[in-house]
């Protein structure tokens, strides 16, 4: 964290802040963990009213870090008083598309930190963890699904072949044609 040589007035003010600071709803889903995080427009929707009253304001300019993409958040009071933060975006993808959700996600979360801001119902991660554990055994479930309607349909189709050929292979082109000519005219 770096800071200004002074942070007397920023401070002054940041207590006026906090005192009335709201809580910001977690209004989204995350589809993949099925937990709530608060959006952006709604962290800041409650945080610049309350900055700008108090002479504050907030910067988030996108940087980098020995040539990796970072984020600067800079909160600066009207004196000129700052103090700031710069850290990583850590992208799973790096392309456009992953920079701008890293740079999205770096925002809303650094805002919070940087004032002090709770977000209702945070739960300390927890049901991140469980969403894994629930996405998981639904993927469990749903292979299970799969392969044992893999398991019936190869059952039903050894069955008709023994109908149809009084044994449950093919072993000949004469032998396919006679069940693909028998499954057509059905």
């Known amino acids: 964290m770096e800071r200004s040589e002074s942070t007397a007035l920023l401070a002054k003010a940041m207590i006026k802040v906090q005192a009335e600071m709201p809580e910001v709803k977690k209004g989204s889903i995350n589809p993949f963990f099925k937990s709530k995080y608060p959006m952006l427009p709604a962290v800041m929707q409650a945080l610049l009213p309350l900055l700008t009253k108090n002479g504050l304001c907030i910067l988030q300019p996108p940087s980098n870090i020995d040539g990796q993409s970072a984020i600067t958040t800079i909160l600066m009071h009207e004196s000129g008083e700052y103090i700031s933060s710069t850290r990583p975006l850590l992208m799973p993808k790096e392309d456009p598309q992953g920079q701008g959700s ?79 000519d028998e499954l057509e005219s059905k």
């Open 102 to 180: 890293a740079i999205t996600y770096a925002r809303r979360y650094d805002a919070m930190a940087i004032v002090g801001m709770a977000a209702v119902d945070d739960d300390d991660g927890n049901k991140a963890t469980t969403g894994m554990d629930d996405l998981n055994k639904k993927k469990k479930e749903l292979m299970t699904k799969l392969v044992s309607k893999k398991i019936i349909d190869f059952a039903e189709q050894r069955t008709y072949i023994e109908m149809v050929l009084g044994k449950n292979t093919i072993d000949t082109a004469d032998e396919a044609q006679l069940v693909m």
